[in-house]
């Protein structure tokens, strides 16, 4: 039996987070690779790697010399490249999904002098040259740089402004589609700051509304470029420190987007990568930092489009680069000479690297984590430069990843698996175990005493011939005899995966307490998600949403001509990409699925973003019969099943739009459904009980909707308030207790 308040619910699922796993934080790893720091209660202390013994306090917020100079706890700090000084965040407040801004402080540990950068301004991206003695920032869209000697900022730029200029930081959809939020970079010789410039004056703005029990809402605005809108305008520039001008890099128009700066491995050189509209043209150019001279560093084309990511290493003992690409129809790593010629494929098969960490030059080993026997699961590797001696240094079947040391003599790896709650270890370059940090044996414990269900993998061929992988959830007490409901579980966009061999976090406690409530709940990576080469992510290119619809259609009737299950009471759930997902299975497969909950979904792609949407659709004028065929709100008048919408109004990423737009339909084509709106809430709909309040509305949904009946209240002798249930099960009606 459950000790008192240890019952799987959602309150302790959703509010109490009595069963989320234990982690141990990212390590902040010192240069010698053997220490590593991190912050307790504003005391800032480093530690040996091995024996977690206490070496030194670098920093204490509570000295009392301190204390009223913070004004604050400690948000984030970093240091120099000699680890001798600090940057320390306090009042860090988020901005957008990656980009936030804080009162920063300069904390010198020789002198013990703390002093304030701005003056109590907030600034972002606080980042020390590498020689330690100036740090740059951007303040109200402006980049600066503060000389530590002299106490002194000076204006790397001045034309920034709200909404119209940006130096040094990416606009809105760079940093949620490119993962761009700092936009500089310190040359290696600390003479030179590269910074890409926005100029989105002609972008079209996007207001939101905050409701803050003012007389008038708060009117948020800010730029945010749609399908076939304009663009900020973006540039490459240099800033000498020396002669304190600045260069820029004079680009062909047509390459719409610089989404990565880097320099190489001299001062005299920063590479920078472009992109065309359509993103199946990418461009490595090199700048010389003084002249601002081009040339060509590598080109990569594709039909469809190209991915980008940070992988791009430039060796600092040879004139080499290391990059990965997809181009053999598999993620590999590539090396080249410095003159863009490929050298060699460093990692061949059909398999791909989903992960690199990077290379230790002395040794020539290259580490990274792959897809290496197949999609569900991941291993950490290490190979030579030359292709050779391809080991797996972490192989245990799951999920494997890994964070390396700044010498890559150590990792931190992290093991888990669809069923198993992380596990933490130290581990040596070659994978032995040195020392277990975090088993999660409580949470094992949890499992065993709450009578969790397994979960089980499995495959199936379309009528396509496709092989889609899935798991499965079956209902406690499990009677191979009855006829269950089945609610699926959907994301599905390109490139993802939600089938895999992986810890899924608060969502498998939710799935577990649906299986107590008699529920099979499933998962179908369908065409488009990755870990399956570039073909299988692609497949979906001009058509998103249509080739995966059919598959979780097909995924549907596969799991409904299973013995147990009941055809007539299938549901689909997705967020984001997944409510789109939801959106479509139910009114295109409205033969199959009886219900749907779709959370912050996109309801028509001319609504997102063009940076994410044209990547994988081209423009509306392109493409016309790919947007249509591909909107739930053009197929509303197919809706036969049971309809949950739900979004955040503050939804800065698909917007709040999405769902009005959709609602306007469903009461043109009066079609009702459900619908509940979040207040001031952005796209993840956290903070407070709202994930309660959420999740309990979800779950009511699916009991009241796909296990049956209708819901009763009744006021038993003592006069409390029970909610009661009429279901159809394999024995026929029963009043049941609703069950929280």
Known sequence: MNAPGNELNLENIWKENKFAAKTVPGFFFLANGEHFTKNQKGKITSYHLLTGDEIETIFDAENVAYTSILNGPISNYSFSAD?????ILVHQEAI?????????????RKTKLLKSIENGKKISYPTFSPDGNKVAYVLENNLFIWDIFTNTSISVTSDGSKNNIINGAGDWVYEEEFGLSK?????????????????????????????????????VTFKYPKVGEENAKVSVGIYNLSTKKTSFADTDPSMEYIPRIEWTNTSDQLSFLTLNRHQNHLTWFLMESVSGSLSTLLEEK????????????????????????????????????KDGKMIRSITKGQWEVTDFYGIEEKTGWLYFQAALNNPKERQICRIKLDGSKLEEIAEEPGWNSAQFNTTK????????????????????????????????????????????????????????????????????????QGKYPVLMFVYGGPGSQQVTDQWKGQNYWWFQLLAQKGFVVACVDNRGTGGRGAAFKKTTYLQLGKYETEDQIEAAKYIGNLSFVDASRIGI????????????????????????????????????????TERYMRTVSENPKGYHDNAPVHFVHQLKGKYLLIHGMADD???FQHTTEMANVLINED??????????????????????????????????????????????????????????????????PVKE
Not at 83 to 87: A, D, G, H, P, S
Not at 413 to 431: E, F
Request: hydrophobic share 35%.
């Open 302 to 337: 594709e039909d469809t489009y190209v991915d980008i990511n940070d992988n791009l290493t430039f060796l600092i003992e040879k004139d080499q680069f290391i990059r990965t690409s997809e181009s053999s129809g598999w993620n590999h790593l590539y090396l080249y000479s």
């Open 409 to 480: 003599s150590l990792f931190i790896l992290t093991h888990s698996s669809i069923s198993s709650p992380p596990v933490y270890s130290i581990n040596t370059a070659d994978g032995t175990e040195i020392k277990r940090l975090e088993e999660n044996d409580a949470l094992r414990s949890t499992q065993v005493s709450l009578t969790v269900q397994p979960i089980d993998f499995f495959d199936f061929q379309t009528s396509e011939k496709v092989k889609l992988n899935g798991w499965m959830i079956k209902p406690a007490n499990f009677n191979p």
């Open 96 to 108: 957008y999904r990656r980009s936030s801004k804080a009162n920063v402080f300069f904390f010198d």
């Open 573 to 612: 759930f997705g967020w984001s990409y997944g409510g789109f997902m939801s959106s479509l299975c139910l009114l295109k497969g409205n033969d199959v699925f009886s219900a749907a909950v779709a959370v912050a979904p996109v309801t028509h792609w001319k609504w997102y973003d063009n940076i994410y």
């Open 183 to 219: 936009a500089f970079e310190w040359s290696p010789d600390s003479e030179f700051l590269a910074f890409l410039k926005f100029d989105e004056s002609k972008v079209p703005q996007f207001t939101m509304t905050n409701f803050n029990g003012a007389s008038h809402p708060e009117y």
């Open 83 to 87: 680890e001798q000084k600090l940057l």
């Open 671 to 736: 079609k009702q459904f459900d619908t509940y709106f979040y207040p001031n809430k952005n796209h993840s709909i956290s903070g407070g009980s709202s994930r309660l309040h959420l999740y309990r509305k979800i779950t009511d949904f699916l009991m009241l909707n796909l296990r049956g009946g209708e819901v009763k209240t009744r006021i038993p002798m003592n006069g409390r308030i029970e909610m009661m249930r009429t279901i159809q099960d394999s024995k026929g009606k029963q009043n049941i």
């Open 653 to 655: 990423n698909v917007h």
